[in-house]
Each structure stands twice: as C-alpha cells, then as structure tokens.
C-alpha cells in the first residue's frame, strides 16, 4: 500500500504575523546613537611670549586637583560660573577690577595636572552658555531676533562685542594650597 | 452548466517563506544597532552637560577616545581604529595634516570622546599635538542633560 504522504500542517500565516510584530518592535525601539557635543575651534599654536594684559580684563579661574573652584581668589561652584562670566564680562557696575568694554574681556583657566576632565568641561560649558546668553540678549535687543537666526554680517557685529577670548594655561603640577 | 465552479485555489505564491524573510530582516535589526565604523575599544564614560549641540558626522572625521583606565606613563590614544602610544599619535597626526593646506586643516572634524575622569594633563597634551599640526576644528563629545533650572 502505497503509504500517502500527510503533508505537515502548519498554517504559516500567523507565523507572518508575529515576525511582523517582533520587527516593529525593534524598529520602535531602537535608537540610533546620536553624538552631542560642544564644538571648539582651538586657538592658534604659540610658542612665544604672552602678550601684555591688563589685569583688570582678565578673569582668572583656577582649579585644583579636587576639581574645587577659586574665581579672583574667592572659592566659588561651577554652577555659579555663568553668572560671574556675564556680570565680569558686562561688568554693569562700571567697577575697577573688571574690563571697561566687553571685547576686552579675557576669561582665564588653569588647571591642575590632576583636574578631571569632566570639570574642564563643565566649565567650559558654562562658560559658553555665558557668552551664548549675553550674544542673545545683544540680539533681542539690536535686531529683535535669536542670534541663530542672523545672517553672517549682523553675527559678526555680536561677534565683535562678545567674542570668547579663553586662555589656558599649562596645567600646574602641585595642588594648589589655600 | 454555464459556469464552471471555480475549484478553490492554492495560493501559487508559497507564503510560508515569508516569515524567514522577516525574521532574517529583524535579526538584521537586532544585530545592526550602532551604526558606527570604528568602536571604542578603550572604556569611556562621557561627562555631562547641559548645553551640547547634535553633532553632524561628515566623511573624513577622525574620533580620538581616551579611556578610562589610561596610564599616566605610557598614555594610550586611539583615533579611529588604531590604538597607539602618545608618539605614535603625533606621527598619525602629522600624516594626516602633511597634505593639507591650513585653511583645510582647519576643517577636518575631530571629536574627543574623552572618559569623565581622564585627568587633564593628557587631555592638554593631546590638545597642544592637535593645535601644532593645524588640526583646530575640535568637538568635545557629551551626554546632554536636561538642567533642572532655566537660564
């Protein structure tokens, strides 16, 4: 006899249909890793001489191997950072030890060897949300827009009151001592 | 009879490969997640911030990763693929900037994903090498977090 051959049943239809669903779920899920970052353009190489500043356009920020914080000698937190940088900057008070116009405005950062470096960029953070506020705020009020939205020519009329002059040093060797 | 009963047809198209399709598509996805050329091989945590911009990859853009268990002796760097000692770093960048001129150094894209507790003398270091060789367009690459107060 001639055996019949039972062909396996298996209704693959719903079979479809949970690939489908186990495929829309990852594509929901998955996400595809997107980079944030600060982006710099670091200053020229110099080997020679600094040169000369006032003392007052320059504010100096100083930070130890524990990642503390002294500003003009005064212990200070990072988060308090951007609001030091916009009052020096601006200096609205017109006082002696800070510069006269803000172009002039020199923010200095010296760090210890043993620094973290997510320090560094919490304060660099900081610092440029500081210059990123005071451009917007020029902005509003001279052009009665977003500095994003400017062309070139008015940016660069910002760009000439407020531009980021960071200087950084070596980093110091020893921790500092209070 | 006028009509012909119509016999009930089976599909000529075989369905049942249709799920083998889609599950090579989903383990295609489940594989094919980071869409990155050259992983880190070295541990980095990123530090967090509050102000970062969204990045935009362009072709020749080199990664410099420090990671988080570095020597402070013998620093290991590695840009894009390759693992190398501080010299060994200098002598990359000084083949990748030889054939530029300035204005082009200026825009090759570099990004430094650097462990949030590298220390900074091998960060300054490697920042010094990068502005000798011209190589000034830099991005220091960060977790953003929401801040909880405005301004």
Avoid: C, W
């Avoid at chain 1, 920020?61 to 609001?83: G, Q, R």
């Avoid at chain 2, 799920?19 to 996805?29: A, K």
């Avoid at chain 2, 002796?73 to 894009?80: D, G, H, L, S």
């Avoid at chain 2, 300054?124 to 960060?142: A, E, F, P």
């Amino acid at each position: 006899m001639r055996k019949k051959r039972k062909m396996p049943e298996l209704n693959a239809g719903s079979m479809a249909d949970i690939a489908f669903l186990l495929l829309i779920f990852f594509l929901v899920v998955t996400t595809i890793a997107e980079d944030k970052g600060i982006p710099v353009i670091l200053p020229e190489y110099y080997d020679g001489p600094p040169g000369p500043v006032s003392k007052n356009n320059v504010l100096k920020i100083l930070v130890n191997a524990d990642n503390d914080l002294l500003v003009e000698s005064k212990p200070t937190e990072i988060e308090l950072m951007k609001a030091l940088v916009i009052d020096f900057v601006n200096n609205p008070r017109k006082e002696k030890d800070k510069p006269i116009t803000s172009d002039k405005a020199i923010i200095s950062l010296q760090n210890d060897v043993n620094t973290s470096y997510e320090t560094y960029v919490k304060i660099y953070a900081h610092i440029h949300e500081a210059y990123l506020t005071m451009r917007n705020e020029m902005a509003q009020v001279q052009f009665q827009s977003d500095y994003d939205q400017l062309a070139v020519a008015q940016k660069n009329v910002i760009l000439k009151k407020y531009p980021m002059k960071l200087s950084e040093a070596d980093p110091f060797n020893m921790s500092m001592t209070q | 009879m006028p009509f012909k009963r119509k016999k009930k047809d089976s599909p000529e198209v075989s369905t049942a490969s249709l799920p083998d399709i889609i599950f090579m598509l989903l383990f295609f996805f489940m594989t094919v997640t980071v869409l990155r050329t050259a992983s880190a091989q070295v541990t980095v945590e990123l530090p967090e911030t509050a102000s970062a911009i969204k990045v935009n990859h362009e072709a020749s853009e080199y990664n410099i990763y420090l990671g988080a268990d570095l020597d402070r002796e013998n620093p290991k760097v590695q840009i894009n693929e390759y693992l190398v000692s501080m010299k060994q770093f200098e002598e990359i960048l000084e083949s990748i900037s030889k054939p530029l001129m300035d204005f082009e150094k200026m825009k090759v894209p570099i990004y430094l994903r650097v462990d949030r507790n590298v220390k900074m003398d091998i960060v300054y270091d490697v920042k010094l090498l990068l502005r000798k060789h011209g190589l000034r367009k830099i991005n220091y690459i960060v977790k953003n977090v929401r801040r909880a107060e405005s301004n």
